[in-house]
């Protein structure tokens, strides 16, 4: 199939998981309330009703948000895989992730202390100091020493060595809290959507934006970093630039996104090969695709993760893995090209 | 022209490069021949601007080479390194798209299009297109490097001159090929005004198609100079450890080298 066909495919797709996750759930929602309910809000001001509310407060946020979110993991990951030219990173790997479960750790452990400080949004502003002080950490011990400073091999070894330090650290704490705070910690780990309101939605969206824009202005170095660095260099890319510029992006992308809505794994790993199985090889269209594709599977799981066993939700990041682990295994295995 | 003067470099300890000099002139092929560990690749990388901290100076019309930014210095030079390692699928078109991405800065226009064509053809590649680069044999991976760095040094501007720098670039051919190959590099460096310097092991080879010989032994130029009165030399046999001779046959030179471990 010709790429450009497949990303409209995978665009009609999203915008069908969008609103399947709309109308399915708890609470059946019919078309013509979805439609009274984006009526009465944009023109009439009319008060809605119990179902239109939970249309435009509770639905829609969260599937917009499920998308957004899916769609940054994805980037996240196609960005990473790129600079680190290893098919094996998640775009969380150098501490983005593991600094924001550390942050979201203190808050739960602290939550009276710290909410004093940012009475506002405590929980993601923790995590998100968390996710940016460990990404910061990795590389600047990265660049205190002279040989690892221009090595990307080294980058990611210190950022294996920070996540294992900040993980350790969210076992500490979690081994010292009491239980409700621990099992607060356990679930922060493997996500939920449930907090979405349009005020996160529209802060997801907008560094979406942003990361979707410095990732598809970085795209054609990256396409020439897959030479090898010094290649990439002799074609004139500053490499060193590019690194940081990435590396800003990712976590732009993934350390806000993981601060509202916790871990969740796998996606931004999957994706990108996923893609590539298709077909999808350059970098700028991977970023389009991955956004796309990304940001529906991200549904999809919600949606998934909400009716298995109505009405208690299961953390979101299980059937991220769960459910994509095993397909994952199957396309790895089948005869393809350009599957690696 | 560039003119290599009494660079030496050392990398730790190791003195590798030792007051190598060497003019290299526009439209000619220059080929380094030197054994295993004589510091071919470091020069090399010298020349091209990966080595920056030698002593000495590159000088490329009397300008030292890395006063050239980066981003100007990767349009009037190509430079295909060694063992290139790729990870991902990637397919062979965009391989060689790469060569021009020194010349624009988000879509390649059709004087571009044009030379990737060109340089295409001139490998008979054109089936290989739409392949994942990952799954090509060697000396197929080996003929779409040389589309991609033709295409970069690919000279629009007659007037002036471009370097090409080709690190082994025959290892993985057969020998048609390499012929094939060695032939093509003489008629675009002519064509191109390039100054080409390339390491290869062949020394028949080396001796047919150089315009200037060098060989390196230990990190020093042992001999620089045409290749008739470089293989005359009597440092050339004691320098690879072998015994050479030129025969001349219907008015042309080979270099045959006989094997002197049966002396």
């Not at chain 1, 780990?189 to 907090?195: C, I, K, N, R, T």
């Not at chain 1, 990108?272 to 594709?293: E, F, S, Y």
């Not at chain 2, 020394?203 to 198609?209: G, K, P, R």
Request: aromatic share 8%.
């Amino acid at each position: 199939m010709k790429k450009n066909s497949l990303i409209i495919l995978f665009f009609l797709a999203s915008l069908l998981a969008i609103f399947l996750s709309c109308v399915v759930g708890a609470v059946h929602l019919s078309l013509a309330e979805i439609f009274n309910s984006i009526s009465k809000t944009l023109f009439s001001g009319n008060e809605l009703n119990l179902h239109e509310n939970i249309f435009i407060n509770i639905r829609f946020p969260r599937a917009l948000l499920s998308f957004v979110v899916g769609a940054s993991l994805a980037i996240g990951g196609v960005l990473m895989q790129g600079l680190f030219r290893n098919p094996l990173i998640e775009p969380g790997l150098i501490g983005t992730s593991s600094g924001a479960a550390l942050g979201a750790s203190f808050y739960f452990l602290s939550s009276n202390i710290l909410a004093a400080v940012f009475p506002y949004w405590t929980l993601p502003i923790c995590a998100f100091i968390g996710s940016l002080l460990a990404t910061l950490s990795t590389t600047g011990i990265n660049s205190s020493n002279e040989k690892s400073k221009s090595s990307t091999t080294q980058l990611l070894l210190t950022g294996i060595a920070v996540n294992a330090i900040c993980m350790s650290l969210v076992g500490i704490l979690s081994f010292f809290a009491r239980d409700p705070q621990a099992r607060s910690i356990t679930f922060w780990g493997l996500g939920s959507l449930a907090s979405a309101n349009w005020k996160i939605v529209t802060t997801c969206t907008l560094t979406l934006v942003i990361g979707c824009f410095m990732a598809i202005k970085n795209a054609k170095s990256i396409d020439a970093l897959q030479l090898g660095e010094k290649e990439a260099f002799l074609l004139g890319i500053r490499i060193k630039k590019l690194r940081i510029s990435i590396i800003v992006t990712n976590v732009i992308l993934i350390g806000i996104a993981t601060s509202f809505v916790g871990v969740i794994s796998f996606l931004g790993l999957i994706i990108p090969h996923i893609l590539r199985g298709l077909g999808i090889l350059q970098t700028k269209q991977l970023v389009l695709a991955a956004a796309l594709l990304g940001g529906t599977v991200l549904c999809l799981s919600d949606i998934v993760s909400r009716i298995i066993i109505a009405p208690t939700e299961i953390p979101i990041g299980i059937i991220t893995a769960l459910l994509g682990a095993p397909i994952f295994i199957y396309l790895i295995r089948t005869k393809n090209e350009f599957l690696a | 022209m560039i003119r290599i003067e009494n660079i030496s470099l050392s990398i730790g300890q190791r003195e590798i490069l030792k007051n190598v000099s060497a003019d290299l002139h526009a439209k000619s092929v220059n080929i380094i021949i030197g054994p295993n560990g004589a510091g071919k690749s470091c020069l090399l990388d010298s020349i091209g601007g990966i080595n920056r901290n030698y002593s000495g100076e590159i000088l490329w019309n009397n300008v030292p080479v890395n006063e050239i930014k980066q981003n100007k210095r990767s349009t009037i030079q190509a430079y295909l390194t060694q063992n290139i390692q790729i990870q991902f699928p990637i397919r062979v078109r965009d391989i060689i798209s790469t060569g021009r991405f020194p010349f624009y800065d988000y879509k390649p226009n059709s004087i571009d299009e044009e030379i990737i064509l060109e340089a295409v053809e001139m490998f008979e590649i054109n089936h290989l297109l739409e392949r994942n680069y990952l799954t090509l044999s060697g000396g197929e991976k080996q003929r779409v490097q040389f589309a991609r760095i033709f295409s970069q040094a690919y000279n629009t501007e007659a007037s002036e001159e471009k370097l090409l720098i080709l690190d082994e670039p025959i290892s993985h051919l057969d020998i048609h090929f390499q012929f094939e190959f060695l032939n093509k590099l003489k008629a675009f460096t002519i064509k191109h005004n390039l100054i080409s310097i390339l390491v290869i092991h062949e020394l028949s080879l080396a001796f047919e198609f150089a315009t200037q010989l060098i060989v390196l032994d230990e990190g020093r130029t042992i001999l620089t100079g045409k290749p008739k009165d470089v293989v005359r030399d009597k440092l050339f046999d004691s320098t690879f450890k072998i015994s050479s001779t030129l025969l001349e046959m219907e008015g042309h030179d080979f270099l045959l080298i006989k094997n002197s471990m049966n002396n």
